[in-house]
């Protein structure tokens, strides 16, 4: 059994793994503003916001981090202010450095210990209405290379670029049948992703099976980044 953390267990993708982990056995942590019940036996939550409170690090030692808050905030460039971009960069990029140096030393203890990151598919397939969330997320993509560098081979540092996924971010985006029709047939895989497409691909990256993959942004997003549909 090992110890993880689950910044942003409590809905979407980070609900899924957190499940996913709790279900092999391990003990994992969730920090979220709001708790769930959708949680199988055995979580634990602290409350906690990454924007204003101090990381409650209590861990002495960690298998695993994952750092799953972000946003979608699409509109266009010049409807979005300097504020804006501030602003998703705290959250998508502040907010995994924050935590990444409040466990690191946890994680450091661990043999096989990894970090977990999440980026976008819109930052390797440039996409209208995305350039605030895309900038931070290709920020979040080069501290994934330089951490793994930096941290290996102690601590291997991987994050998953998805394409649009079914989880409460996305919602408005997925509100009709209509919409999740258009939106899974722009995918060559002709469907949008579920959490469990995601969480299965970060059980992977978190286990020992993944021992020599660091340093890596994996699509998992239908082949929307690498691949031309007929
Ligand atoms: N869904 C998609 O289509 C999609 C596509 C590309 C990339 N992604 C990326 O995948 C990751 C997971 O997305 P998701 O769709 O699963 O999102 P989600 O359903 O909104 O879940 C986000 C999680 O982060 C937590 N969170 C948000 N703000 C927080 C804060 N200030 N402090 C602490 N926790 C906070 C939320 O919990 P509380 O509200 O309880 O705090 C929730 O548990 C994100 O980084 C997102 O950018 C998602």
Redesign the pocket.
């Known amino acids: 059994m090992n110890n993880y953390v689950v910044?942003?267990?409590?809905?979407?993708?980070?609900?899924g793994i957190a499940n996913r982990l709790a279900g092999q056995g391990h003990s994992v942590h969730v920090?979220?503003?709001?708790s769930s019940d959708q949680w199988v036996k055995g979580i634990e939550h602290t409350p906690?916001?990454?924007?204003n409170d101090e990381v409650p690090a209590d861990w002495e030692e960690l298998q695993g981090l994952i750092y799953?808050?972000?946003?979608?905030n699409l509109k266009p460039f010049q409807s979005l202010s300097g504020q804006d971009f501030l602003q998703d960069f705290q959250?998508?990029v502040m907010?995994a450095v924050k935590c990444t140096k409040a466990f690191l030393k946890a994680l450091k203890k661990v043999p096989g210990a990894s970090v977990l990151y999440?980026?976008?598919?819109a930052v390797q397939q440039g996409m209208p209405f995305h350039t605030s969330?895309s900038a931070a997320?290709g920020a979040l993509e080069g501290l994934t290379r330089s951490l793994a560098a930096e941290l290996a081979p102690k601590v291997r540092v991987n994050c998953i670029?998805?394409?649009?996924?079914d989880?409460?971010?996305?919602s408005k985006l997925l509100s009709s049948e209509d919409k999740i029709e258009k939106s899974a047939q722009r995918h060559p895989m002709k469907k949008v992703?579920s959490?469990e497409d995601i969480a299965a691909m970060a059980a992977f990256l978190l286990s020992e099976d993944a021992a020599w993959i660091t340093g890596q942004v994996i699509g998992v997003d239908g082949g929307m980044s690498s691949v031309r549909a007929l």
């Open positions: 910044v942003g267990g409590s809905t979407g993708i980070g609900l920090l979220s503003r709001s906690f916001d990454v924007l799953c808050p972000g946003s979608i959250l998508n907010g999440f980026s976008t598919v969330v997320k670029a998805p394409s649009i996924t989880t409460p971010l996305a992703g959490v």
